[in-house]
C-alpha cells in the first residue's frame, strides 16, 4: 500500500507503512553516494532538540499541549532506539542538514499522527513543519545537534585516553629501574630509563586529553533560537528562555545561547578547533606506535630492546613472522584521522556569507574521528601496551657500550677531549668507559 505526499517539486508515493516522508525519500534519491547513514547518535540528539523546541512552544503558547506532548512521546521513542530503520538519508547530503531535519520531523510528526489515532501523512493534524519544526531552522537544529554529539563522543574519547594513560603510567613504573639508552635523530644520545620513556607518552596523552576537553567547552554554546541566519524570526523571546531550560534539563552539561547568534550560524571555527585537537591526539598516538616499532624491531637484527604482545602470524610466507601489528593498525588509524581533519579544514574555510553549507561532512569526519580515536585509545591499551615486556640485557648491554656515556663526564674533561674519546672508541670498536679507565690508569701512573 502506498500514500502519496506532496511538496513544492510536486507529488510521490510513499509506502503507507513508512514514518518518514517525501523530503526524506527524495533526499534517500538524490544523495544515493554511500551504504552510511546518518550518524545514529546523532539523530538521538536531533529528537532530544525536538522534544525540548515542543515544551518550549508549549510554554511560550505557540503549540497546544496535547501536539507538545505527541512530539515529546515521539522523539523520546527515538532517543531510546526506535524507529532507526526510518532515517535513511545518507551522511554526505546536500542542503546544509535540511535533509535530516527533515527525516526526524517527518518521523516524529508520523509516529505522533499514528499516537493520536491518525493515518500517517495526515499532516493537517500535525504537521511536521507547522508543529514539529516550529521556532526552528535547520540552520540552528542542525548544527546544534552536531555540537551535542560531539560532546557525547569527547566524553567517551575522553574515557579512553585516561585509560591509556594510566596504562603508560603502570608500564612507567614497572619499569623505573631498567636503564636503557636514550637516542635523538636515531643516534646515541644519553643514558635514561624505560619508565621515564614511558611516562613521557603518558604525559603527552595527557596533554592532549585537557587540551580536548578545554576546547569542547566551545560546543556548549548553541545557536539554538537563531532560526534561518542568526536573527531569531519566528522564534519568540519565550520561546528562546524556555528553550534552553528544557534543553539543560534534558542534556547532561550546561547549554547556553552564543552572545551573536548570527555569527554562531556561519562561523564553524569551533568544529575546526575540535578537528586540530583531535588531530594532536593522532599524531601523538602515532609517534609512540612508531617508537614501539622501532624499539621491538628484530628480533635478532633489529633493536630488540623490547617485545610487544604477540597478536597473529605476520606472513603467509616466512615462518614464526611475528609484525607489530597493534602498533601499525594505530599509525593507520592516525593516518586517517588527520585526513578527516583536512576535510573539516577545507570544509570550515569554504562558508560564505550568512551560512557554511557543508556541515553535514564536517559532522561525519568528526564523528569518525572521535570513534577511531576511543577504539585506538582502548585497543593500543589493552592489546599492546598492557603485554609490552622489556629486554633488559639488551637495554643494559647497549647503554654499557655506548658511546653517549661521555657526556656524563665531559664536564670534567672538556668537549673536545670527549670527542677524541668517542672517536677512538668507535675506531677500536670498544667502550668510551674503556678508554676513558685507561686514560685515567695512565694519568695516575705518569703522576706516580
Same mark, same amino acid.
Given at each position: 500500500m502506498m500514500r502519496v505526499e506532496s511538496d513544492t517539486i510536486g507529488s510521490l508515493p510513499i509506502y503507507e507503512e513508512a514514518y518518514y516522508g517525501i523530503?526524506?525519500?527524495?533526499?534517500?534519491?538524490?544523495?544515493?553516494?554511500?551504504?552510511?547513514?546518518?550518524?545514529?547518535?546523532?539523530?538521538?540528539?536531533?529528537?532530544?532538540?525536538?522534544?525540548?523546541?515542543?515544551? =518550549?512552544?508549549?510554554?511560550?503558547?505557540?503549540? /497546544?499541549?496535547?501536539?507538545?506532548?505527541?512530539?515529546? !512521546?515521539?522523539?523520546? $521513542?527515538? #532517543?531510546?532506539?526506535?524507529?532507526?530503520?526510518?532515517?535513511?538519508?545518507?551522511?554526505?547530503?546536500?542542503?546544509?542538514?535540511?535533509?535530516?531535519?527533515?527525516?526526524?520531523?517527518?518521523?516524529?510528526?508520523?509516529?505522533?499522527?499514528?499516537?493520536?489515532?491518525?493515518?500517517?501523512?495526515?499532516?493537517?493534524?500535525?504537521?511536521?513543519?507547522?508543529?514539529?519544526?516550529?521556532?526552528?531552522?535547520?540552520?540552528?537544529?542542525?548544527?546544534?545537534a552536531g555540537k551535542l554529539t560531539l560532546l557525547v563522543y569527547i566524553e567517551q574519547l575522553n574515557e579512553a585516553l585516561i585509560h591509556l594513560i594510566d596504562s603508560w603510567h603502570k608500564k612507567a613504573k614497572e619499569f623505573q629501574h631498567v636503564a636503557?639508552?636514550?637516542?635523538?635523530?636515531?643516534?646515541? =644520545?644519553?643514558?635514561?630509563?624505560?619508565?621515564? /620513556?614511558?611516562?613521557?607518552?603518558?604525559?603527552?596523552? !595527557?596533554?592532549?586529553? $585537557?587540551? #580536548?576537553?578545554?576546547?569542547?567547552a566551545e560546543l556548549l554554546t548553541l545557536n539554538m533560537g537563531g532560526t534561518a541566519i542568526g536573527t531569531g524570526l519566528n522564534a519568540s523571546y519565550r520561546y528562546q528562555e524556555h528553550l534552553y531550560e528544557e534543553l539543560n534539563r534534558r542534556f547532561p552539561r550546561s547549554l547556553r545561547p552564543a552572545n551573536d547568534l548570527i555569527d554562531s550560524t556561519q562561523h564553524t571555527?569551533?568544529?575546526?578547533?575540535?578537528?586540530?585537537?583531535?588531530?594532536?591526539?593522532?599524531?601523538?598516538?602515532?609517534?609512540?606506535?612508531?617508537?614501539?616499532?622501532?624499539?621491538?624491531?628484530?628480533?635478532?637484527?633489529?633493536?630488540?630492546?623490547?617485545?610487544?604482545?604477540?597478536?597473529?602470524?605476520?606472513?603467509?610466507i616466512m615462518p614464526g613472522k611475528v609484525n607489530p601489528v597493534i602498533p601499525e593498525v594505530i599509525s593507520q588509524i592516525a593516518f586517517q584521522v588527520i585526513g578527516n581533519d583536512g576535510a573539516v579544514t577545507f570544509a570550515t574555510a569554504s562558508g560564505e556569507l550568512e551560512l557554511n553549507p557543508f556541515e553535514p561532512v564536517m559532522f561525519h569526519n568528526l564523528f569518525e574521528s572521535c570513534q577511531l580515536l576511543t577504539r585506538a585509545c582502548q585497543i593500543y591499551a589493552d592489546k599492546c601496551v598492557a603485554g609490552i615486556t622489556i629486554n633488559e640485557t639488551v637495554c643494559s648491554e647497549a647503554v654499557a657500550s655506548s658511546t653517549g656515556m661521555i657526556t656524563a663526564i665531559t664536564p670534567q674533561i672538556g668537549y673536545e677531549k670527549a670527542s677524541v674519546l668517542v672517536k677512538e672508541a668507535l675506531a677500536k670498536n670498544c667502550s668510551v668507559e674503556e678508554l676513558f679507565t685507561q686514560a685515567t690508569v695512565l694519568l695516575t701512573e705518569t703522576d706516580q
Open positions: 523530503n526524506s525519500y527524495r533526499a534517500k534519491v538524490n544523495f544515493a553516494f554511500t551504504d552510511q547513514k546518518v550518524d545514529r547518535t546523532m539523530i538521538k540528539q536531533l529528537a532530544l532538540i525536538k522534544a525540548a523546541a515542543a515544551i =518550549a512552544n508549549q510554554q511560550a503558547g505557540t503549540l /497546544s499541549k496535547e501536539k507538545a506532548q505527541i512530539i515529546v !512521546t515521539a522523539s523520546e $521513542e527515538i #532517543i531510546a532506539g526506535k524507529w532507526e530503520k526510518e532515517f535513511i538519508v545518507d551522511t554526505f547530503q546536500g542542503g546544509a542538514g535540511t535533509s535530516t531535519n527533515m527525516n526526524v520531523n517527518e518521523v516524529i510528526a508520523n509516529r505522533g499522527l499514528e499516537l493520536m489515532g491518525y493515518k500517517k501523512g495526515e499532516y493537517q493534524y500535525l504537521h511536521p513543519l507547522d508543529d514539529v519544526n516550529q521556532s526552528q531552522s535547520t540552520n540552528d537544529v542542525y548544527p546544534s636503557k639508552m636514550g637516542r635523538t635523530q636515531l643516534q646515541e =644520545a644519553v643514558p635514561m630509563t624505560v619508565g621515564e /620513556s614511558f611516562s613521557a607518552y603518558a604525559h603527552s596523552l !595527557t596533554r592532549c586529553r $585537557e587540551r #580536548i576537553v578545554h576546547l569542547s571555527d569551533s568544529l575546526a578547533s575540535i578537528s586540530g585537537g583531535l588531530k594532536t591526539i593522532a599524531i601523538t598516538l602515532n609517534k609512540s606506535a612508531n617508537d614501539l616499532r622501532i624499539l621491538a624491531s628484530g628480533p635478532r637484527t633489529g633493536f630488540h630492546e623490547l617485545n610487544l604482545p604477540a597478536r597473529q602470524s605476520g606472513s603467509s
